[in-house]
């Protein structure tokens, strides 16, 4: 007869693995894991970085619409700095999304000035920032409704005056800031 075989020291770990299903033991077997047995400690952090993962992904996540509208604003910014044929539209388009953020939106329907009366109404513009808006809105006339051409120098200092006097006259709150109105799908 032979002699009793001692237990391997493996089988003393058994009852601490995890079985993994047909898919990850193929997968595990293609990265030179040769067990379908994985030990339940190597597991368990995986489970717990995955969900960091996930908590941490979905706070990046949030602040998505606030980033979109950061690099519109940017963009636009830039166009108008540039002083290009489309200055003076990038300089609507954000004074337009500026308002949208604050609560106030600009019907598509509405004329430049009928707009910008009503924009500097509602959000209560001081005179520097209405002089601004004057400006602005005398250079997206003569933009869309002229002979066209790049718009002159003083449009970048208009639409400065214009979101100074936003900033002072009419803040956004916090919620605003993360989810702004412009950069979040309309309804």
Do not use: I
Request: aromatic fraction near 6%; avoid cysteine; proline fraction near 5%.
């Amino acid at each position: 007869m032979s002699a009793p075989v001692a237990a391997a020291p493996w089988r003393a770990r058994l009852s601490k693995t995890v079985v993994l299903p047909e898919f990850w033991a193929a997968t595990a077997t293609g990265l030179g894991v040769t067990a379908v047995l994985l030990p339940l400690w190597w597991a368990l952090p995986g489970l717990v970085w995955l969900l960091l993962l996930v908590l941490l992904g979905g706070g990046y996540l949030a602040l998505l619409p606030s980033w979109a509208r950061g690099a519109l604003r940017q963009q636009r910014l830039d166009a108008v700095a540039a002083g290009g044929d489309d200055a003076a539209d990038a300089a609507w388009q954000e004074l337009v999304a500026a308002s949208a953020d604050r609560g106030t939106a600009v019907a598509e329907t509405d004329t430049v000035r009928v707009a910008a009366t009503k924009l500097a109404r509602e959000h209560s513009l001081d005179e520097s920032g209405r002089a601004g808006l004057r400006v602005l809105v005398g250079a997206v006339e003569r933009s869309w409704y002229g002979a066209g051409g790049s718009a002159g120098p003083e449009l970048a200092g208009a639409l400065d005056q214009v979101l100074a006097s936003l900033a002072v006259n009419a803040p956004m709150s916090l919620r605003a800031k993360l989810f702004p109105r412009s950069a979040l799908p309309s309804r």
